[in-house]
């Protein structure tokens, strides 16, 4: 058979085909994402399931004119091949290579930057009102949500405004029962019921049909009608929501038929009015180990590890090197998680549609109820923590940074306005590494730091890390903890947790002329940083400050006192940071040293493996202490 995918340079290539040759690019598509993503890592399972969504879009539409919206993106994978990437598929997610999700720098057929779920949306509803004002030349605009991503409260705000303003907008809600981990909530199960009941909305047609044929009810129906048929409606339709809101509804579609999405989408596209297509999904399709083992398969190859695939089965797994492991950050927590639910039944887990990406699958297997789940809506995660402590529970919310930073208003109003005990476990922290910009931490600190009634820690080790969140758990007010993905140190953690002492830091290592003064994984730089300047001759103090707020401001006095230069280190923006808190402390006590300001830089940071970010931005032991060398060597030098 002919590869027609090779002849596919860009989406209007489609255009020429027929309908059985587009289903033949899709599974060819599928077939290229198995042996390419199983090789080299990557989103793998909701790829799988919208290849033939993807070109049915293409197909039909004239992109870019035609605008065609990707929510999230590790959905994309068949967009970008059939938008001129499919020779540069084998590089996406590596340092250097393709973005991995949807980028406007990176093709005119990436409409919109994606990394965060629920926003497609609301992209297309300002997209299309643009274009009936005439500020942009006229154009269809569809967008792709996954039904996890319904779950965010973003994409119903944008729902209920295209309703109300009639925007022609197409929504192709790709219904396959997961996200990353499975779909929660009132909403999810209303999508699993009417996908295992396609037919549900024909029932519907053919009872008001034949209820209208029988002579006595029929009259009765007649002096009713509306209130009849809406009764009606609500009984047997499934996108009666979407009509209350004033969408058409299209569905259930099988979302791996490409006729049938064709067929759904030009009636859609003609409609020139807000419509939804229900497509149904198999995350995974074509994968049978994703497709034969249910949600748990399902889950398990959200994303595909390197050389996890060959052939287009999984691969045997490689043996583990002997000896001790080391647990993950993330492991770490979820373990110290149970402990503490265990101590004081008060203490809950909750996560927004990350369980086992923050660790509280470890909780919820260990102890189900004191675990809650509320889908992708981080905003609804500090609400739902705010009225548990009112109520007088003890919750963690274990959000990733950046995915806490849309919950900015949540815990400014609801938690630390009213003083409440939430804590907010924030892993991720720090440069994540192949999921790039839309994922790094780096902001926490800055947008923590200036909220009343917030204590800010992170630990340098995981001993310090369950310390810290045991220091958190008895605090009468909000707390955050921000800790880095990957392995920890290995350091053992003592059976015996003991709080502590809040807003103090600790002297690791003593020196002279210079003092370096760490904040989580900035300590590590920081000892590494002193080895290398010791072989130089140059033996520095080494402090670790725990705290970012509050700050120990007598430990910061000594060092300042005691040293011709103080630096601080941080993996995390510079401006607003750790180190501006520092600097503001000791000027406000009257204290002006020298003070050296190491973190990430002012602008986003790309996709790649962390080593190979860290060696850009300088954030590396030897980086640091060739920026301490030049200091000391010019001392009338001015340092940021």
């Not at 035609?66 to 959905?75: A, E, N, P, R």
């Not at 720090?430 to 992170?458: E, S």
Request: net charge negative; proline share 6%; hydrophobic share 45%.
């Amino acid at each position: 058979m002919t590869r027609l995918l090779d002849s596919i340079t860009g989406p209007a290539d489609l255009h020429r085909l027929t309908e059985p040759q587009l289903a033949q690019v899709a599974q060819e598509v599928r077939e290229l994402l198995i042996d390419t993503v199983g090789e080299i890592g990557g989103h793998f399972g909701a790829n799988l399931g919208c290849c033939e969504i993807a070109v049915a879009v293409h197909s039909l539409l004239d992109s870019p004119r035609d605008k065609v919206l990707w929510d999230v993106g590790h959905q994309a994978y068949p967009h970008k091949v059939l938008t001129g990437r499919r020779d540069r598929l084998g590089t996406i997610r590596q340092y250097g290579g393709l973005a991995p999700f949807c980028a406007i720098h990176e093709s005119e057929h990436d409409i919109m930057g994606a990394g965060h779920a629920s926003t497609s949306i609301g992209y297309g509803v300002g997209i299309k009102e643009a274009m009936r004002r005439g500020d942009a030349p006229d154009g269809r605009v569809v967008a792709v949500i996954g039904d996890g991503a319904m779950t965010g409260g973003v994409a119903f705000e944008a729902v209920s405004q295209a309703g109300g303003l009639g925007t022609p907008l197409v929504v192709i809600l790709n219904d396959n029962g997961m996200s990353i981990s499975p779909n929660v909530g009132a909403l999810s199960r209303y999508f699993n019921r009417m996908r295992l009941e396609p037919h549900m909305w024909k029932a519907r047609e053919e009872m008001e049909e034949r209820l209208t044929r029988l002579p006595a009810i029929g009259a009765a129906l007649e002096k009713l009608g509306p209130q009849v048929k809406e009764s009606l409606k609500a009984l047997l339709a499934p996108g009666l929501w979407w009509e209350e809101l004033d969408w058409a509804y299209i569905g259930v579609v099988d979302g791996h038929d490409v006729k049938a999405m064709r067929r759904a989408l030009r009636e859609a596209l003609d409609a020139e009015r807000p419509v939804v297509i229900h497509a149904a999904t198999v995350k995974g399709k074509g994968f049978a180990p994703a497709e034969e083992g249910g949600l748990a398969g399902m889950e398990k190859w959200h994303a595909a590890k390197p050389g996890s695939i060959a052939n287009r089965v999984p691969a045997k797994a490689v043996a583990a090197k002997p000896g001790p492991s080391v647990p993950t950050w993330t492991e770490v927590f979820g373990k110290a998680m149970v402990e503490e639910c265990r101590r004081d039944r008060r203490v809950v887990g909750i996560t927004a549609a990350m369980n086992s990406g923050t660790g509280l699958n470890i909780l919820q297997k260990a102890e189900p109820d004191h675990y809650f789940d509320v889908g992708i809506a981080e905003q609804q995660a500090v609400l739902f923590a705010a009225g548990l402590a009112l109520a007088g529970s003890r919750p963690v919310a274990a959000i990733y940074s950046t995915f806490l930073q849309r919950a900015f208003d949540q815990i400014i109003h609801d938690v630390c306005l009213q003083r409440l005990p939430v804590t907010f476990c924030m892993d991720r922290a720090g440069l994540v590494g192949d999921d790039g910009p839309t994922h790094h931490g780096v902001f926490d600190i800055t947008y923590l730091r200036p909220l009343p009634n917030m204590t800010l820690m992170a630990p340098r080790d995981e001993a310090m890390l369950r310390r810290m969140l045991r220091t958190a758990l008895e605090l009468d007010g909000p707390a955050a903890i921000r800790y880095p993905r990957g392995n920890a140190l290995g350091v053992r953690v003592p059976s015996v947790i003991e709080p502590l002492a809040v807003g103090t830091g600790e002297i690791l290592r003593e020196g002279d002329r210079v003092a370096i003064l760490g904040y989580g994984t900035g300590v590590q730089l920081a000892l590494g940083a002193a080895e290398q300047l010791a072989e130089s001759g140059l033996e520095v103090t080494v402090a670790d400050a725990r705290f970012a707020k509050p700050l120990d401001t007598g430990l910061l006095a000594q060092l300042a006192a005691e040293h011709e230069l103080l630096v601080t280190v941080e993996e995390g923006v510079l401006q607003g940071g750790f180190g501006t808190g520092v600097w503001e402390a000791l000027s406000e006590g009257g204290l002006t040293p020298r003070i050296l300001r190491h973190g990430l830089p002012d602008r986003f940071v790309t996709h790649g493996a962390p080593k190979l970010l860290h060696e850009e931005v300088g954030f590396t032991p030897r980086a640091l202490a060739e920026r301490i060398e030049a200091a000391v060597m010019d001392p009338r030098s001015s340092l940021v």
